[in-house]
C-alpha cells in the first residue's frame, strides 16, 4: 500500500535546541595502546552467506582468542584519517572502554611496554599526544574514563590517584585539558569491566567520589559524566522483543546502587545503549540477538528511543537539568553485528539521531570511529562506510532547533530540524523503512533532496540519489518540487 504524507515548512511547533555536537564518537584506548579488539567478520558474514562459530561461555571477554584478535596502535597522524574525521565537522572524542580500564600510563618510558602488576596494557606519552593532537585538529572536544583495576587499589582499599594525576597533569601541560571524565567504564558490570575482585557498587560510590571531587577541585572546567552503564530494557512489558540481555546473564548493579549516596554532583548524566548483541556473542545471551531480517523494522527502532525515555527518568533524578549522553552507541555489543558496516544499520543511526532530538538535548558517541565492524571508518584504510555519509549529511543539513512531527506511522519515521547553513525553512529527514511501500511526499515549495538507497539490504556501499558514494566530494543534492516519490527502504533528506 502507497501512502501520501505533507510536508510544511511553515508555522512549525519548536520542541528544543540540540548539542551542535550531538553526534560523536569513540576512539577506544584499546586503538590507541594496540592490543586485542573484536576479531573482523569474513566478507561471507557480513554478506550474511556464512554464519559465525559459537563463541563459547562468557568469561573475561577481552581476552578470548575466539572473539579477539590483535591490532596494533592507530596512527592518528594519518592524513586520511583526519580528513575524514574533520569532514564529520566539530565532534566530542571519547577515548575510553572496558580496556581503558586497566591501562597503565607509562608516561616516563620505565616500563619497557610491559604492564605492571595490575595492569593489563600500556599507553606511552607518544600515544597519549597524539590523541591530543587529533582531538586539537578536528576541533573537537575530549572525554575519558580513567583506569580503575586492582593497579588502582594497590593495599586493597580507596582509589589510589596516582594514575588520575598523570594523564590530567600531562594534558594540561600539552595545553589541551580534558574537557569531561567518566570516572569508570560500564561500572555495573563491575569485575567484567575490569575492576578489582569483589569491588563492589559501595565502593565505586566511593572512589567516584574521589575521583569527582579531585577533578572539581583541581580541573573546575572539566565537566562530570556519568554513571556510565550499560544494559538493556525490554520496550514493553507484555513483548518478547529482544534488546540487549546482558542482565539476564550475570549480576549487574543498578543505576540507583551507582548513585544513591554519591556526594558529588554530576553535571550530565550517561548511559550506553546497543540495540542488542552481536552474533560474536549470541551464544552466550541468544535473548539479546535479533537477527539481521529484523533490523530494519519498527520493533527494531524502537529500542533506541525507548532507552533514551527510560534514561531520561534516571537523568531527572540524579542530574537535574543536565544533558543526557549516550557515551557508547551501536547497533550491538561485541563489535556490532555482521550487517553493522552495510547499509542495513543505516535506517537505526539516522532513526537513533531524529527520536533522540525529540525527547531531550546531549550527546551521542557512535562505537566507534575507525574500529571493529561498527567503525564510521573501516580499520586500517579508513575507507568511508554507509553509516559514516549518512551521519555526514545529518551534519550537514540538520539544523540546532528541533520541530515537532507526527509520529507512530508504521514503517514511516519523520524528523524535522532547522536548516544548518542558517537559511530559512527546514530540512527533513524522511526514513521509508518498508520494504514494500513507495511514499509519496507534498512538497510546498521548491526542495532539495538527499536520497539514500542500497543495491541490497546489505550493501557495504550506498547510493545518494542513484549513485555510488566513495567520497564526501561527491555529495550532491538534485531538484525537486509538487510530489517526491520516496521508494521502498530510503532515508530522505528534504531541504526546504
Not at 198 to 219: E, H, L, P, S
Amino acid at each position: 500500500m502507497n501512502r501520501t504524507i505533507c510536508l510544511s515548512n511553515k508555522n512549525l511547533q519548536k520542541l528544543r535546541r540540540v548539542d551542535p555536537r550531538l553526534m560523536s564518537y569513540n576512539v577506544e584506548m584499546t586503538e590507541v595502546t594496540g592490543g586485542t579488539f573484536w576479531k573482523a567478520y569474513t566478507p561471507e558474514q557480513i554478506a550474511g552467506k556464512e554464519r559465525f562459530p559459537f563463541a563459547g561461555n562468557l568469561n573475561d571477554f577481552t581476552a578470548m582468542e575466539n572473539l579477539m584478535q590483535y591490532y596494533p596502535p592507530i596512527n592518528l597522524y594519518d592524513e586520511k584519517l583526519r580528513k575524514q574525521a574533520k569532514a564529520l565537522g566539530p565532534a566530542w572524542v571519547r577515548v575510553s572502554g572496558t580496556w581503558a580500564t586497566k591501562t597503565y600510563y607509562d608516561f616516563d618510558g620505565t616500563t619497557g611496554g610491559k604492564a605492571p602488576n595490575g595492569y593489563a596494557s600500556v599507553l606511552t606519552k607518544e600515544q597519549w599526544i597524539g590523541v591530543l593532537d587529533f582531538v586539537k585538529f578536528i576541533g573537537g572536544k575530549l572525554l575519558i574514563s580513567v583506569s580503575n583495576c586492582s593497579g588502582d587499589h594497590p593495599n586493597g582499599g580507596e582509589l589510589d590517584l596516582t594514575q588520575t594525576r598523570k594523564i590530567f597533569e600531562l594534558s594540561h601541560a600539552y595545553g589541551i585539558d580534558i574537557d569531561a571524565a567518566e570516572f569508570m567504564n560500564e561500572p555495573n558490570m563491575l569485575e567484567m569491566s575490569g575492576a578489582p575482585k569483589g569491588y563492589t557498587a559501595a565502593d565505586f560510590v566511593r572512589d567516584q567520589d574521589i575521583f569527582n571531587g579531585w577533578v572539581r577541585k583541581n580541573y573546575p572546567g572539566c565537566l562530570l559524566v556519568g554513571p556510565c552503564t550499560v544494559g538493556s530494557f525490554r520496550i514493553g512489558e507484555d513483548t518478547d522483543t529482544p534488546s540487549g540481555g546482558i542482565e539476564n546473564l550475570m549480576d549487574i548493579c543498578t543505576i540507583d546502587e551507582l548513585m544513591d549516596g554519591a556526594k558529588v554532583p554530576l553535571d550530565v548524566f550517561s548511559y550506553h545503549y546497543y540495540n542488542g548483541v552481536s552474533e560474536r556473542v549470541a551464544s552466550m545471551m541468544p535473548q539479546g540477538h535479533w537477527d539481521g531480517n529484523l533490523a530494519h523494522t519498527d520493533a527494531y527502532l524502537a529500542v533506541a528511543p525507548s532507552n533514551a525515555k527510560l534514561h531520561a527518568t534516571y537523568r531527572d533524578r540524579y542530574v537535574p537539568n543536565g544533558q543526557i549522553w549516550v557515551t557508547e552507541s551501536g547497533d550491538a555489543g561485541g563489535g556490532g553485528n555482521t550487517w553493522a558496516s552495510t547499509y542495513l544499520d543505516v535506517f537505526r543511526t539516522l532513526n537513533e539521531l531524529g527520536s533522540f532530538a525529540q525527547i531531550t538535548d546531549g550527546i551521542i558517541f557512535h562505537n566507534t570511529l575507525a574500529s571493529s565492524d561498527y567503525g564510521f571508518l573501516k580499520h586500517g584504510t579508513f575507507e568511508p562506510r554507509p553509516n559514516y555519509f549518512a551521519v555526514l549529511l545529518w551534519n550537514m543539513l540538520m539544523g540546532e532547533t528541533v520541530y515537532a512531527t507526527e509520529q507512530g506511522k508504521e514503517n514511516l519515521h519523520i524528523y524535522c530540524h532547522s536548516r544548518k547553513d542558517g537559511n530559512d525553512g527546514c530540512v527533513y529527514l524522511i526514513i521509508n523503512n518498508s520494504l514494500t511501500d513507495t511514499v509519496a511526499a507534498e512538497l510546498p515549495d521548491k526542495a532539495e533532496i538527499y536520497s539514500l538507497s542500497a543495491r541490497t539490504l546489505r550493501s557495504p556501499s550506498m547510493r545518494l540519489n542513484g549513485n555510488e558514494l566513495s567520497d564526501f566530494n561527491e555529495i550532491t543534492a538534485i531538484q525537486s518540487e509538487g510530489k517526491l516519490l520516496l521508494a521502498p527502504a530510503t532515508c530522505t533528506f528534504v531541504v526546504l
